[in-house]
């Protein structure tokens, strides 16, 4: 007996497979879609979902690469603009401890290893394309806005163990951006620890928080273990980068702050769709800059939030994690 299974057009496609014969009495008729990958049929309207979809994760792909080039000159920029004779700022974290050097390339390591951990996790995602999607949007529009605070004010130098060389012709001011944009601003991977004056605030904490919230909100309940390890490793970061010098304790709050209420309202806006669809004047998010693109790149979102499914048996890494 024929089964297909047709699915709401709002919503990722899952086509059921075709058993037995379609008509006559040939073998491995067809209904007039393609045929995907495992002998799934896909119907023609869901291809047409799925061709957008691909269309806006590029689109996102860009946005992310546009934002982070604007912020990586504007580090570069406020490098320049940095002067090492001013005081530092005064810090209560700074007052009641002193200088960890090492804790800065700490921090960096905590962030490499949980974001190569959080991409692993993120491709085995049923709805990777979404959470990449999301994690790209989010990750250029907090950049953008911390190009733009880089760019008006520098705060002075708080005494960690920068070299903050500046930049002697344009020639070497274009190589410091190459190197800081090919690098993501870390220093373990640019080897060099020459740029300063981009503190407010923390691209360290941004992308930390990020690979945070991606484990949070996209990994099962059976994943309790890397949860909690992530919620430690995470925090244990940010204290890093304070007591390295490498941020005032300002840097990383604002940081944290903009990147969780940006992350919370897309997401908002992402799982409603009536949020979406009748934009009302008394929801607050809808009176932000980026709604009118938030509602394009979740317009084949539905109701509820994605359940994860790559947690199971089957899984080392995840039954590794996982709580008994």
Known sequence: MDEVLILDDKEHSKVGKISGVVGGGGTGGSLGGVTGAGGSILHPHQQSIERSENVRLLVSFVYFISCGTVCAYSVAFANDRMRLTDAPLRDLVFEVTSPQYWALSAAEVILIVQG????????????ALKIFRRFFFNFGTVYLLRAVCLFCTTLSFPGGDMECEHSSSYAQHIDNFLKIFFSAGISLLSNSKGYCGNYFFSGHTITITLEYLVIQDYTPKACYVLRKLSTVASFSAAVFLIISRGHYTIDVLAAYY??????????AIALNQSLRNNNPRQFAPSKELWYPMIVYLEENSGHSPE????????????SFFSHR
């Open 116 to 127: 190569a951990l959080t991409l692993v996790m993120a491709s085995m995602h049923k709805n």
């Open 307 to 318: 359940i994860n499914e790559l947690c199971s048996s089957k899984l080392p890494m995840c």
């Open 258 to 267: 903009v990147t969780t209420r940006l992350w919370w309202n897309y997401h």
